[in-house]
């Protein structure tokens, strides 16, 4: 399920909005000074602070910077989830289903055998002891 916005934001979730802007880029556009540029990072928390002090002092006004960035949070987060499980997916469970095809491996039992009786039901030992059904709550 994806994660629901909030796209009728009251003040106080625009301050916060706010607050979480400067933070943020303010550590975002340190670490871009100390590895880059010193003139980007001004860029960063120049752009940055204004919007974010926009959004303490006057929240009103932030409601059109806190809905695109919610929809491009949005955008990025749906796209990254989908890529992260094909990765997953075929990077790490399609090799091990296919090692345990060449192996013979049946964890599931799939494959179709020679029955006798006509029934796949297997017989599970029995097990009177009360240890064993204490470990099944």
């Known amino acids: 399920m994806l994660a629901k ?12 909005f706010g607050l979480t802007l400067i933070i943020g880029f303010a550590l975002i556009g340190a670490l871009v000074g100390w590895k880059k540029s010193w003139e980007a990072a001004y ?3 120049a752009v940055s602070g204004s919007i974010g002090l926009l959004a303490l002092f006057l929240p009103p006004f932030s409601r059109p910077f806190y809905l695109l960035w919610m929809g491009l949070a949005f955008v ?5 989830s989908f890529l992260i499980l094909v990765l997953i ?3 790490l469970l ?5 090692f345990m095809r060449i192996w013979g491996r049946d964890p599931l039992r ?3 055998t020679s029955f006798s009786g006509g029934t796949y039901w297997q017989k599970h030992p029995e097990n009177f002891e ?3 059904y204490k470990r099944l709550f």
């Open 110 to 112: 799939l494959k179709k």
């Open 5 to 16: 916005i909030n796209w009728q934001p009251n003040k106080t979730d625009l301050k916060k």
């Open 94 to 98: 399609t090799p091990v289903g296919i």
């Open 43 to 45: 860029w960063i928390w």
């Open 130 to 132: 009360k240890e064993y």
């Open 89 to 91: 997916f075929y990077f």
């Open 76 to 80: 990025m987060g749906s796209v990254v």
